[in-house]
């Protein structure tokens, strides 16, 4: 039986950072490079307190986040030795449902609608496996984790960890 993995979409697959902080540029006139971003939590990444509320409500905003570099051909490639399901707490920004959606037809075509998940809690997710970049997903997981690397998580050591995609195939190799 092909064991399952659960793959996060923003900050995993979307690169999220990249989006808001061009976003955040045009839109502020603040540029923020992501190097500065080390160690922060994500409500302290920009000044304003409601800013990624206020950005992620322009329509559109989900629908063009850049695809994360490695991703594409690393699901194609995870694909070959395990079922993989797009997870995402997508619930928190209803508007964002339409949008995801869209953009995951765009760019993971090959991702059945049948491996898609939108939820608001991912402790409900029952894979062998999860990557995912936040702690509070990773932490009530019951199988194996992969912390893909953020800004927000480079300060926490308790889960394994992977800096890019290249890495997370490295780990899965050894476990098929």
Known sequence: MRKSIAIDMDGVIADEVVQLLTYYEKHYGI???????????????????????????????????????????????????????????????????????????????????RNIIFCGDKSIIGTDYMIDDHIKNLDHFKGKTIMFNAFHNVNHTHHQRANNWDEVLELMAKEV
């Open 31 to 113: 540029k923020i490079h992501p190097d500065e971003l080390s160690g922060r939590s994500e409500e302290n990444v920009v000044p304003e307190k409601d800013a990624y509320g206020k950005l992620s409500a322009i329509p559109g905003y989900f629908r063009s986040t850049p695809v994360m570099e490695g991703a594409v051909d690393a699901v194609k490639k995870l694909m070959e030795s395990f079922d993989v399901y797009i997870v995402s707490a997508a619930m928190q920004y209803p508007h964002s449902l339409s949008q995801k959606l869209e953009w995951l037809g765009e760019h993971f075509p090959f991702i059945s609608w």
